[in-house]
């Protein structure tokens, strides 16, 4: 197993991870699950989920010019004497990659050492990674059928994007208390169980740029709506700072109609149930949680997401109907709030687009990945 950078590789990873677990059990087969790739913040928990880790340099190939481009260009070329020796004491019968930072110069060795390739791409424009490891590549599997036209392999297969078996635990946890679910989750984070909920994700790595929109609009967003807000593991800290300044003259009662918080992991599921509306990135890992829980969403794609592949992924899942696009530049508070007030008000709409939303989840596509990988042992 191979591919990092964010949560939108490592997540579908460790989703297949736990699929290949659950199907090798069921067929009675020891498997040897392995990561190569950089010590991160995601390293615990890719352990966790039963792949040993295997630490290496990690390269990022930048369409711009930067200093750290040179640098990363040394770590790739060291990387592959490192990767020779510890793939050669291992020698897989198959290597996964999700694309992104270290995950070439695997394939690479894995090529090498004649050693089956199977990728994931999951955003509808590929990444570098991905783009020159499909002309290595056995096999391709896409979340987006449009990212086909950009890659050179006939064996091609479109089964969506794999979503964390994590989430759908939580969500079955929260079906076992009493009650209402959507107003247990809005109770598990202080919020008014009966309250409209809007929850503002920045992607796995948080954004500042959108932590910054709702600072300096929060009386005016709560003034309508609860709100649910994650912020980043980076961002946190200096955003509680300037959120204490800013509300140090607010009462009890209307801190209560805001919550944030780093990073909603464990309680992410809760945070989807609550919502009855997202504005989110459009990072697809994101994007297949949303359809998987069936939420209505306005999309704020990153502006310089590698190839505008964010851009992409939300124009394409906007077209089902499941949710609106507003570009940064557009990122205004009047326009933002216009947008929540006409989707909130119609109960047509949001089940219109919550149905949207569902029909576009592909609910197998980590089993189907895993059961490929396994007809290799």
């Known amino acids: 197993m191979t591919g990092g950078g964010t949560g939108g590789h490592i997540y579908p990873l460790i989703a297949v991870t736990n699929?290949?677990?659950?199907?090798?059990?069921?067929?009675?087969?020891?498997?040897?699950?392995?990561?190569?790739?950089?010590?991160?913040?995601?390293?615990?928990?890719?352990?966790?989920?039963?792949?040993?880790?295997?630490?290496?340099?990690?390269?990022?190939f930048r369409r711009y010019w930067s200093l750290f481009n040179l640098i990363d260009i040394l770590k790739f070329f060291i990387s592959i004497p490192q990767i020779l020796w510890k793939m050669f004491w291992f020698m897989p019968e198959v290597i996964f990659s999700?694309?992104?930072?270290?995950?070439?110069?695997?394939?690479?060795?894995?090529?090498?050492?004649?050693?089956?390739?199977?990728?994931?791409?999951?955003?509808?424009?590929?990444?570098?990674?991905?783009?020159?490891?499909?002309?290595?590549?056995?096999?391709?599997?896409?979340?987006?059928?449009?990212?086909?036209?950009?890659?050179?392999?006939?064996?091609?297969?479109?089964?969506?994007?794999?979503?964390?078996?994590?989430?759908?635990?939580?969500?079955?946890?929260?079906?076992?208390?009493?009650?209402?679910?959507?107003?247990?989750?809005?109770?598990?984070?202080?919020?008014?169980?009966?309250?409209?909920?809007?929850?503002?994700?920045?992607?796995?790595?948080?954004?500042?740029?959108?932590?910054?929109?709702v600072l300096e609009n929060l009386e005016l967003l709560i003034s309508e709506f609860q709100i649910l807000h994650q912020v980043g593991v980076?961002?946190?800290?200096?955003?509680?700072?300037?959120?204490?300044?800013?509300?140090?003259?607010?009462?009890?009662?209307?801190?209560?109609?805001?919550?944030?918080?780093?990073?909603?992991?464990?309680?992410?599921?809760?945070?989807?149930?609550?919502?009855?509306?997202?504005?989110?990135?459009a990072g697809s890992g994101l994007i297949f949680e949303l359809s998987a829980f069936g939420k209505p969403a306005i999309l704020v794609p990153l502006e310089e997401s590698a190839n505008g592949h964010q851009k992409k992924n939300a124009y394409t899942y906007s077209q089902i109907g499941a949710a609106t696009v507003i570009e940064e530049k557009n990122l205004l508070a009047n326009l933002v709030l216009e947008e929540l007030k006409k989707i909130t008000a119609s109960p047509d709409l949001l089940q219109k687009m919550s149905q949207a939303a569902q029909s576009f989840y592909r609910p197998?596509?980590?089993?189907?990945?895993?059961?490929?990988?396994?007809?290799?042992?």
């Open 19 to 60: 699929e290949l677990k659950k199907q090798a059990e069921a067929l009675g087969i020891v498997l040897d699950l392995r990561y190569f790739g950089a010590e991160r913040e995601y390293a615990q928990q890719i352990v966790d989920s039963g792949m040993e880790f295997i630490p290496i340099f990690s390269s990022k």
């Open 234 to 281: 980076r961002n946190y800290e200096e955003y509680q700072k300037e959120f204490e300044f800013k509300t140090k003259d607010w009462s009890e009662a209307e801190k209560n109609l805001y919550h944030f918080q780093a990073f909603f992991d464990k309680d992410m599921a809760d945070a989807l149930i609550a919502a009855d509306l997202v504005i989110s990135r």
């Open 98 to 213: 999700k694309g992104g930072p270290g995950a070439l110069a695997v394939i690479l060795i894995g090529r090498f050492y004649r050693v089956p390739v199977v990728i994931h791409e999951s955003d509808s424009v590929p990444g570098f990674t991905n783009k020159f490891s499909s002309k290595l590549a056995d096999k391709i599997f896409l979340a987006f059928a449009s990212a086909q036209d950009y890659l050179k392999n006939k064996n091609i297969e479109v089964i969506g994007n794999p979503v964390r078996e994590s989430l759908f635990q939580q969500a079955e946890s929260l079906k076992l208390l009493d009650g209402n679910e959507q107003a247990q989750a809005r109770k598990g984070f202080g919020l008014n169980p009966n309250e409209q909920t809007v929850l503002i994700l920045g992607g796995s790595q948080g954004s500042e740029r959108m932590n910054n929109f």
């Open 364 to 377: 197998n596509s980590a089993l189907i990945i895993a059961r490929y990988l396994l007809t290799y042992v």
